[in-house]
């Protein structure tokens, strides 16, 4: 029988310099909407299946991301799995950090040139990473909403999402820093 278990906990990361926001921005795009299968290497049919969301603030250079972590499996794996779930949370924090170092700024724009509107699900852009709390409104996802230019045009262009596997959007100062980052490397490559 599968039981159910929630978890919530929240992460505090440095985000005093644009570096560190990237950091902590790239964490939420490895954490928000991923699945995890957690399976004992003995028996796989007591797997348990871990799906992630994320909900972040701003607060006086301190960036935090409340992590949700929904799991689904055999009622005596689910705490073991919470706690590995956390060590894997960890891990992208992480691995977050190495992507932010390599990452390429590619363009910048004034703050005050860009406005942020909703969007329909077809101009939805989940490579695309900008911060929720520069959202119009209230969004379910983090890519409900994009970023425009004075004369109307999404910025980035379309162009420039197509080219780059990942892209961030990092509000610092008056300006928005747009960063190129590393494509996230499968499990099985590393």
């Known amino acids: 029988m599968t039981s159910k278990l929630e978890h919530e906990w929240e992460l505090?990361?440095?985000?005093?310099?644009?570096?560190?926001?990237?950091?902590?921005?790239?964490?939420?795009?490895?954490?928000?909407?991923?699945?995890?299968?957690?399976?004992?290497?003995?028996?796989?049919?007591?797997?348990?299946e871990v799906w992630l969301a994320s909900v972040e603030s701003l607060?006086?250079?301190?960036?935090?991301?409340?992590?949700?972590?929904?799991?689904?499996?055999?009622?005596?794996?689910l705490e073991a799995a919470r706690d590995a779930v956390q060590d894997i949370v960890s891990e992208q924090v992480e691995a977050a950090a190495g992507e932010a170092a390599e990452a390429t700024l590619i363009e910048s724009k004034?703050?005050?040139?860009?406005?942020?509107?909703?969007?329909?699900?077809n101009d939805e852009r989940p490579s695309l990473v900008i911060p929720e709390w520069l959202a119009p409104g209230d969004v379910d996802t983090p890519w409900e909403f994009r970023s425009y230019?004075?004369?109307?045009?999404?910025?980035?262009?379309?162009?420039?999402?197509?080219?780059?596997?990942?892209?961030?959007?990092?509000?610092?100062?008056?300006?928005?820093?747009?960063?190129?980052?590393?494509?996230?490397?499968?499990?099985?490559?590393?």
Do not use: C, M
């Open 12 to 48: 505090e990361l440095p985000a005093a310099t644009a570096e560190q926001l990237l950091a902590a921005l790239t964490t939420r795009d490895r954490l928000y909407g991923q699945s995890i299968t957690l399976e004992p290497e003995d028996d796989p049919a007591k797997a348990v």
């Open 149 to 190: 230019a004075a004369n109307g045009e999404p910025w980035p262009a379309e162009d420039v999402i197509q080219a780059h596997d990942r892209l961030v959007v990092v509000p610092f100062k008056d300006r928005l820093l747009l960063y190129a980052l590393p494509p996230i490397e499968d499990d099985d490559e590393e």
């Open 110 to 121: 004034k703050l005050t040139d860009v406005e942020f509107r909703n969007v329909d699900e």
């Open 59 to 77: 607060e006086k250079g301190k960036y935090r991301l409340g992590v949700y972590a929904e799991l689904a499996g055999p009622k005596e794996f």
